[in-house]
């Protein structure tokens, strides 16, 4: 029975050190180094493993204050994943709207959607800010920024 | 609030719709025809700022525009990552451009040959090669060995006494240079001893003493020289080089050693580029090579020129690609 | 040439108008670079470098250290107001930076840091001065053994980073490890943890781990305290006043800091990120109330900033006086002498004192600019933090990904930056401390390479771990450092047993 959270996440380690350990070993040989490519990551995985059943049977638990720290309600679960689709989208669009756009488009929907009320503010900050960035990187800084669809 | 995710959504959309019509390249397949640069022409340094690509690309474009040899803008464009993979794979996704350029090196014949790369010099167009530079072998002022043959008989006599260092990974650069000079001596390549020091303190490690040998570019050995604290056993150029200090440097050949080792650097395209196109940049990149103002670059950075045509370079590159090739697979990391 | 006729032409180099001028154009601009997202001192400097063309060598130079010390001096701003550290030197600055700044002490954890910059960067040029003759010899008295030992040593600081479970600040530390084994693995070539995936060849860079676990964590925290507007005594946010008691305070770590961050920075591959973490181990394991740290401590904030300005004048040691660059940020500094026909070495003292000597005095103006410069603006930078929350948001996230874009350009580190913004979320909730982590991440990499190095060396013989006087004294002072605590919890545990 896994009754703590504690338990729990070793578990979840475990499974990630016996991943991280296979793909060590099957980690090429190279002939001309007395330690080879693969120790470290051996030895590591191992350790992870150790210290994953450590946390098993660790004796602390978690006091009632933490435990309400962890509980967090639906909503801002909810609006945790939005955020997250939202900068998602961001890069995914970054290289093919081009920055100035795509970043417009973020801080404007992002900062409504999280409840930002005075529409102009936020529509001249999103407009603003990216085009300021822009112009300092690509034009005092000659660091190219992508400029996707906008003409300049 | 879904509502509002439903508008960006709907925004992402409509933007994205029109990106992809807009997205329609006319490519020209005249190859009888002058070819001319009509847009922005972009060159890609396959590295972060501050480097050797990235110097040589900027370099470039400045010269081209400035000089006044291309009219159309050169913007460069860093793509990091791999050891050059990374641009190497965005070049190769624009095809039969003309306008997407980059810069190269020996890494581009021996990271695909370390099996980091799926693509090599034969996935691009060669323009031209621009600039060369040559490997260097530094001991300490006071180490028992005055050239390269004193070294290399007690490599042969005591592998393990001796240790390498160089900057990059076994395969690449530092090493295959060693590598392939020590084996044209005769030395077991097998046995030979080689450090990576990646945080560029291989020079360190040489002067207090944690290793025997330092393989590196030439010009980052002057200094040392000059001071009294290192010297040169041996370079890897044909002939020797030009220059004070410089002209002292024993070549690996005059040595009686008869190999060489040249990091060249010059230009590529993408696959399939227009041949009218290729003759243009050929062309441009020559006048850029005999300009003055370039001439002043390659002294600034301690560059020699090393102009090569489209097809020169490419044979070039063929019989570099054969040799090196060939040194891997002896010493087992060919891939 | 004697050397103080060498030190009076310097500071004539310095204190003439043009000197002054370009020393102000370079702080100016290095801390305004330093300032913005993912760009530090390596940017910094070269996209000045094509500026320079046909300069005065000597005055471009002094600009270009401007830019250089500036850029790091502008990194910790993001760091203390948006947990976002632009650069790998002012990560440990956002442990107790941001804490202090959101209690509503922005201003103060500003002014703070401005001070420890000025007097680590100040201390640190009095010691280059004093010391750069003589110091290049310990530039390169650590071969591998001796830099596996340091690293090791700043490696078993890894649970006095953390409060609470020691076991979970290991596992963070472990996995920190991991993470930076993926990549070409340099001793060999062979590509570990790499998928086949041309991204991943040169490693993760340390921005994507650094603003994922910092800045992209807060703002998930940001996002469901969304609603309490504020920040606490948000009227005081852009005040200066530092007491009388905090400046006491700061008075330990300054001074001592000044000096080890100085001497890390001497050492080529160590560098202000080492410094600015041992700094703050190091004043965390002396305090009397270590349980401060972490949760806006004033020594805690004053440590690393103190060490990596002071670490930024060390780099110049092996720059100046061997002519190697310790680190990529020298290296491209290394870059802009080169441009401009001036060759660091060991002969650039004797052959060019005014070169030599004039950056080295320039840095004592430049360190007063840049107090001068920024300590007005502070009140005014800090009054980000009153930016409603919502829109801060959208903004730190920006930043975190234009910060992220401008190392390779290209958004597959996007997307991982976009993974470890989850990963460190999840480490908050389950309360995994991520200083360890980063920690392991920076030092582990480092540590076994130079193990590997050394045992090529030693032809696979462990004594040369001990034959090297240097390294075994680190490793002795690294092994107590990690018995002491261990020792002290089970003399508690008897006690408590009595």
Redesign the interface.
């Known amino acids: 029975m896994l009754k703590s959270i504690n338990q729990k996440i070793s578990i979840v380690l475990i499974v990630v050190a016996v991943g991280y350990l296979l793909l060590a070993f099957q980690l090429p040989s190279f002939p001309y180094s007395p330690v080879d490519a693969d120790v470290l990551p051996k030895g590591l995985g191992v350790l992870l493993i150790l210290l994953a059943i450590g946390l098993y049977f660790s004796k602390d638990t978690e006091t009632e204050a933490e435990k309400e720290q962890r509980r967090i309600p639906k909503k801002d679960i909810a609006a945790l994943l939005v955020v997250f689709v939202f900068v998602f989208l961001y890069i995914f669009c970054l290289e093919w709207l081009g920055f100035v756009l795509s970043t417009a488009i973020f801080i404007f929907f992002c900062s409504l959607y999280l409840g930002y009320k005075k529409h102009m503010t936020n529509a001249l900050v999103a407009i603003l800010f990216p085009l300021f960035m822009y112009v300092t990187f690509t034009e005092l800084l000659k660091i190219s920024l992508p400029q996707g669809i906008l003409p300049f | 609030m879904k509502k509002i995710a439903g508008i960006f959504l709907f925004v992402i959309f409509i933007v994205l719709a029109s990106a992809c019509s807009d997205d329609t390249s006319s490519s020209d397949k005249d190859s009888n025809k002058e070819w001319k640069p009509e847009k922005p022409i972009e060159i890609v340094a396959p590295a972060g700022a501050g480097g050797g690509w990235d110097t040589t690309a900027r370099m470039a474009a400045k010269v081209f525009n400035e000089a006044g040899i291309i009219e159309e803008d050169i913007g460069v464009v860093n793509k990091a990552g791999g050891g050059g993979a990374v641009g190497w794979a965005y070049i190769a996704g624009q095809k039969e451009s003309a306008y997407n350029l980059f810069v190269s090196s020996p890494p581009i014949i021996l990271v695909p040959l370390n099996g980091q790369s799926e693509y090599g010099h034969e996935d691009f167009t060669p323009l031209a090669n621009m600039i060369a530079d040559y490997g260097a072998f530094a001991v300490r002022e006071d180490a028992k060995w005055d050239n390269l043959n004193d070294l290399f008989e007690d490599m042969k006599k005591d592998p393990e006494s001796i240790t390498v260092v160089g900057t990059s990974s076994p395969g690449s650069m530092d090493h295959i240079q060693f590598v392939k000079i020590a084996k044209a001596a005769g030395v077991d390549v097998k046995k030979i001893k080689y450090v990576t020091d990646p945080d560029g303190v291989g020079l360190t490690q040489l002067l207090n003493g944690s290793v025997e040998v330092f393989s590196t570019g030439v010009s980052e050995t002057v200094e040392q020289v000059k001071a009294g604290k290192i010297k040169v056993l041996g370079i890897t150029a044909e002939e020797r080089l030009e220059g004070e200090t410089l002209s002292d440097f024993p070549t690996a050949k005059e040595q009686g050693i008869d190999t060489t080792f040249v990091n060249w650097r010059g230009f590529f395209g993408p696959a399939d580029m227009d041949s009218a196109a290729v003759k243009y940049y050929e062309e441009k990149f020559k006048e850029l090579s005999d300009s003055k103002e370039f001439a002043d670059v390659r002294k600034k950075y301690g560059w020699n020129e090393m102009y090569m045509n489209s097809s020169d370079y490419k044979q070039f590159l063929d019989e570099q690609k054969e040799d090196i090739k060939s040194l891997l697979d002896e010493l087992g990391l060919g891939k | 040439m004697g050397s103080i006729e060498g030190v009076l032409t310097g500071f004539q180099v310095a204190f003439s108008m043009e000197g002054i001028l370009f020393v102000l154009i370079g702080v100016f601009v290095g801390t305004f670079?330093g300032m913005?997202p993912g760009?530090g001192p390596?940017?910094a400097?070269?996209?000045m470098?094509?500026i320079t063309f046909g300069m005065d060598p000597t005055l471009a130079l002094v600009m270009m250290a401007g830019v250089y010390y500036g850029a790091i001096f502008g990194g910790s701003t993001s760091s203390i107001l948006l947990n976002a550290p632009g650069v790998s030197g002012t990560v440990a600055t956002a442990f107790d930076g941001y804490p202090m700044a959101q209690q509503g002490k922005a201003g103060k954890a500003l002014a703070i840091a401005a001070i420890s910059s000025f007097v680590g960067g100040t201390v640190s040029v009095i010691l280059l001065m004093l010391l750069a003759p003589a110091l290049s010899s310990v530039?390169?008295?650590?071969?591998?053994p001796a830099y596996f030992a340091l690293m090791f040593m700043g490696l078993t600081a890894i649970t006095s980073l953390s409060e609470?479970?020691t076991?979970?600040a290991?596992?963070s530390a472990?996995?920190g490890?991991?993470v930076a084994?993926i990549g070409?693995?340099?001793?060999?070539?062979?590509?570990?943890?790499t998928f086949g995936n041309?991204?991943?060849?040169?490693g993760i860079d340390f921005l994507v781990i650094a603003l994922g676990l910092f800045a992209l964590a807060e703002?998930?925290t940001l996002?469901?305290n969304?609603k309490d507007l504020s920040i606490d005594n948000a009227h005081k946010l852009g005040s200066l006043r530092i007491t009388k008691n905090e400046l006491k305070e700061m008075r330990g770590p300054m001074t001592r800091q000044s000096f080890l961050g100085f001497l890390l920075g001497v050492l080529?591959?160590a560098g202000a990120t080492i410094a600015s973490f041992i700094g703050y181990i190091t004043e965390k394991k002396i305090s009397k109330k270590p349980e401060e740290f972490g949760k806006g401590s004033v020594k805690g904030l004053a440590a690393p900033e103190t060490a990596n300005n002071a670490a930024t004048s060390g780099a110049f040691v092996?720059l100046l006086s061997?002519?190697?660059?310790?680190?990529?940020t020298t290296?491209?500094m290394l870059?802009a002498f080169?441009?401009l026909?001036v060759?660091?070495?060991?002969?650039l003292m004797t052959d060019h004192p005014e070169i030599f000597w004039g950056i080295i005095a320039s840095m004592y103006i430049g360190n007063v600019f840049l107090l001068v410069l920024n300590l007005p603006l502070i009140p005014y930078i800090s009054k980000i933090l009153k930016i409603?929350?919502?829109?801060l948001?959208?903004?730190v996230?920006?930043f975190s990904?234009?910060g992220v874009?401008?190392?390779?350009?290209?958004?597959?580190d996007?997307?991982l930056l976009?993974l470890f913004g989850?990963i460190g979320?999840l480490m908050r909730?389950?309360?995994f401390p991520a200083p360890p982590f980063i920690l392991a991440f920076i030092l582990g990499g480092?540590m076994?390479?130079a193990?590997?190095?050394s045992?090529?060396?030693s032809?696979?013989s462990l004594a040369i771990f001990i034959q090297e006087p240097i390294a075994l004294s680190l490793l002795i002072v690294g092994f107590l450092s990690f018995m002491f605590p261990l020792v002290r919890l089970l003399r508690n545990r008897k006690k408590e047993r009595v």
């Open positions: 670079i913005l760009l390596i940017s400097i070269a996209v470098i094509p530039a390169i008295a650590f071969g591998p609470g479970s076991v979970k290991l596992i472990v996995i490890f991991m084994t070409i693995d340099a001793q060999t070539g062979t590509q570990r943890f041309a991204n991943l060849l040169e703002v998930c996002i469901i969304r080529p591959g092996p061997l002519g190697i660059p310790g680190s990529g290296a491209v870059g080169l441009v026909g060759q660091p070495g060991p002969l409603p929350r919502p829109l948001i959208s903004l996230i920006m990904v234009i874009y401008a190392i390779n350009f290209n958004t597959f996007l997307y976009l989850v979320f909730i389950f309360r480092m076994e390479q193990f590997r190095q045992l090529t060396i032809n696979g």
